[in-house]
């Protein structure tokens, strides 16, 4: 395939990631229960890290992978040879990218507990939910079509930028608001 083709691929895909992520975020914010009234500050706290213990078990599992991956070959000593196959250095590309973005994802979960409204609480969860498919079909896809992994980064980028944008503004308003 040409560039052209390529970009157009990724192009479709980031679409694809991005609509998924807006109407089932629509939907289960719509389905799922939903606060009805003002949470402490404790029980908002607990919200945010209830929502990074998925996202945590999928990078351990990461990690198992890459670190049974190297038992009993020459990628035992990373020094020697960082990756023993063409699998094993997909994971690690992938581990490498998610160890980025869980990052952000914990600030960002941690942040939109503590600030978002009460009655919008119920999104914390679904990014974290988001967030772990997202990271789950970017793996999938790297390891068979590597420009199909466009719809797993949108999964789990967007609402990051979407929060993160949405928590920034919401500081420095409270920032002008308190003069």
């Not at 600030?115 to 772990?132: E, K």
């Amino acid at each position: 395939m040409s560039q052209e083709e390529n970009n157009r691929v990724v192009k479709k895909g980031m679409v694809l990631g991005v609509a998924l992520s807006f109407c089932l975020s629509v939907l289960l914010y719509i389905v799922l229960p939903k606060f009805s009234q003002e949470v402490i500050l404790l029980e908002r706290i607990r919200i945010g890290l209830e929502s990074l213990v998925f996202p945590a078990a999928l990078f351990l599992f990461m990690i198992f992978r890459v670190g049974a991956q190297r038992f009993g070959n020459p990628s035992e000593n990373p020094l020697e040879t960082l990756a023993n196959n063409e699998g094993m250095q997909v994971d690690l590309r992938v581990l490498s990218n998610t160890h980025e973005q869980i990052i952000l994802f914990a600030i960002n979960a941690l942040a939109l507990s503590i600030l978002l409204p009460y009655q919008y609480l119920s999104l914390v969860p679904i990014y974290s939910g988001f967030f772990v498919v997202g990271r789950m079909f970017f793996w999938m896809a790297y390891k068979h079509n590597v420009l199909w992994r466009a719809p797993g980064f949108a999964m789990s980028m967007l609402p990051a930028v979407i929060g993160l944008a949405y928590c920034c503004f919401v500081i420095v308003r409270n920032v002008f608001t308190n003069f």
